[in-house]
């Protein structure tokens, strides 16, 4: 039986799968609330005056495919920033599955229009697939003869079924994953591969945006070193600058086992080990060949130097969102900081209603965030709040507490000025209904010191 310290499990126990399915709910449950169903916030196309957008597009890498949230790579990288610097951005697109190809197409319908002044792109060993070779796995297994079998001993046949096909890939070539992989390098594949690089690198110089191909290891196997080198060689063909992470992967993890590189027991995709490496790795990377201090400095308006628009889960300065501050009754002022509140009950309901008087498409989801812990918004009434705020109203439920609460209000626009925003607090009885605020106007004001 294959446990948590098989380097190559071939069955995995339905425990370890649940925990995995478990991540990946939570992961859809928030990216359901960002427009492309990225695992990010909704951002604006806009950028404020004094701003540097930083964009990190891949795939289930960056949509944080067996890790949760703050574990993903590019939100690392993004949190690292936000340390140091008040005034630069950092976008996460991507989409499990998708290819470099996917990637390119994104980039071109979607990506240039977000005035983005660097991008960054997340090679994974997968991505040369063109959509030009079918992976086959072995269906044999799904055969009504087995059905009986499969009902009454589930676990011993999932397990049966993943090692007899494991032990028939070394015989039918075209099945199973790696077998697959290995087509995806043959030369005629790559040729073609060679081709959607130059339409890449050729797309960000007609958009004067610099573009990094940053090749994420996800383990020391001399085969991935492999597969690196015929990619940089293309790389260099076209000239696309890159990072290779595959040498800074062997040096650190080269002697432990495998396993602990994983995501979760479950999933092999980069865990908290690789995710944290590929972070510094490219931060170092951004600050020492970008320059990315003298960029902060040159881009830098004073009249925009409020960086504390996010608490706890990663210190962001998004120019997107903004916080509402203490609407407890008392007059708003341009600094202050947080919602106090205080109720009787289990949870506590922060209900929206955003009017957007000019922007044209949809406006982002609120959410709340209480020590580190993000609460996104639900769409719909809550018991019968409805009748007491606008239909579009999206609530928010967090826990009770006399803590500081801190809510975001995304903008899809650069004319913030022309949002109104009101709240109301309801307890989770639904017996007591406290008016926060008056309606109140979010202006650019907020962001001055």
Known sequence: MDDIDNPKPVWI???????????????VNFASHNPFVFNDIARSRGKLP?????????????????????????????????????????????????????ELIFWRRFGKKFNIDYLIVGFVDNDPDLNNVERRNFKWQQSRAFYPVAKIFPLTFDFLVSYFNAFLENFFKEYGYNNWLKQTYSKENLEKYENVLQKFAQSCKDNDTPLLFVLTASNYHSST????????????????????????????????NIRSLWANPANGHPGKLLT????????????????????????????????????????????????????????????????????????????????????????????????????????????????????????????DSEKFFSIYVPMSGLNQELYNISFIAITADNKKYKVLGKTIRVTMDIHDK
């Open 13 to 27: 126990p339905p425990s370890y799968k649940e925990m995995d399915i478990d991540i990946h709910k939570k992961n």
């Open 50 to 102: 004094g701003y540097y957008k930083i964009a990190v597009l891949g795939d289930s890498f960056i949509w944080g495919g067996g890790v949760n949230y703050s574990g993903i790579w590019s939100h690392k990288l993004e949190e690292k920033i936000n340390k140091k610097y008040n005034n630069i951005e950092t976008l996460s697109w991507g989409i499990s599955g998708w290819n470099t190809l996917d």
């Open 225 to 256: 070193k492999e597969r690196h080198e015929k990619i940089t060689s293309l790389l260099e063909k076209v000239g696309i600058d890159y990072l290779d992470l595959y040498p800074d992967v062997y040096e650190k993890f080269h002697d432990v």
């Open 276 to 399: 944290e490496l590929y972070s510094q790795k490219v931060l170092s990377y951004l600050e020492n060949e970008v320059k990315l201090e003298v960029i902060s400095k040159e881009n830098l308006n004073k009249k925009n130097t409020y960086s504390e628009f996010l608490s706890g889960i990663d210190n962001s300065p998004f120019p997107t969102y903004f916080k509402i501050t203490n609407i407890n009754g008392k007059e708003q002022g341009k600094e202050t900081n947080h919602i106090t509140v205080r109720a009787g009950s289990k949870y506590l309901y922060f209900a929206g209603e955003m009017i957007d008087r000019t922007a044209h498409g949809p406006i982002g989801s609120l959410y709340a965030l209480l020590d580190g812990r993000l609460f996104p918004a639900a769409l719909g009434p809550v018991y019968s709040v409805s009748k007491h705020v606008g239909s579009k109203t999206q609530f928010i439920k967090v826990p």
